[in-house]
């Protein structure tokens, strides 16, 4: 039997995440509170439903993509709409917001008791990513749950790491999200020296493009900072909130973060200075 796949949350990542799934041919049952997206997801061909219960009891795995630790558990086990009093055994919850390590592996227990299996699966990629299902995805999780949410990561993303057990996807997360936003910092910091000191930024971020200084970042943010083209693909709000997980996380395991503490400090200053709903490459704006 073919499983029955439910999606909560149809944000900037979740939309074009839950149509790729549409699109590769899984029986999908959608829920989220914005009805806009809900509708279009439902027009390309899934099944609505009206509470995170409601999806939960229609299908055999629940993939789950939210902004933020509180709102996977308040769609996961809050009374009496929670996925959990829904969910049944054997079935399986795929986590792929980006969270905390340590709640995530506290979820894993609690839906343990219930017989449901739980991995969590965060992504890199942004929304271009989404879009192309040309994810990153890190996974932790036992492998028979993850061989079994396979082929759904195979639909959404390219590059798909079991990284070890619970929790262990998004301790990589959190990694991701310390390199991301330092690397972006020093993206915005090179090309602010290269204007400041009258050379073009455009030609140096060609030249760096070449040489050990070229990623990915430098190539779209680079970009994106050349053009103050500031348009959401990931929000600097959530990587602010993502700062405090990797900030959180590195305490917890007593590991030092000496680099990456004022690059979350500049965060801080981009969303308290109203500059949350841009994307994250608008640190630059900052210099």
Known sequence: MTDVIGFIGLGIMGKPMASNLVRAGFDLVVHSRSQGPVDEVVEAGAKRASSPAE???????LITMLPDTPDVRHVLFDEPDGASTALRAGSLVVDMST???????EFAEQLRVKQVGFVDAPVSGGENGAIDATLSIMIG??????????????AMGKTIVRVGESGAGQVAKACNQLVVAST???VAEALTLAARAGVDPARVREALLGGFAGSKIM???GQRMLDENFQPGFRARLHLKDAHIVLDTARDFGSPTPGFEPVAAALTRLVEGGGGELDHS???TLL
């Open 282 to 284: 608008a640190l630059f």
């Open 141 to 154: 999780g036992s492998s028979d749950d993850v061989a079994r949410a396979m082929p759904l990561f195979e």
């Open 219 to 221: 190539e779209m943010h």
């Open 55 to 61: 999806v939960a009891g229609a299908c055999d795995i």
């Open 99 to 105: 969270i905390s390590p340590i709640a995530s592996r």
């Open 184 to 186: 972006i910092e020093a």
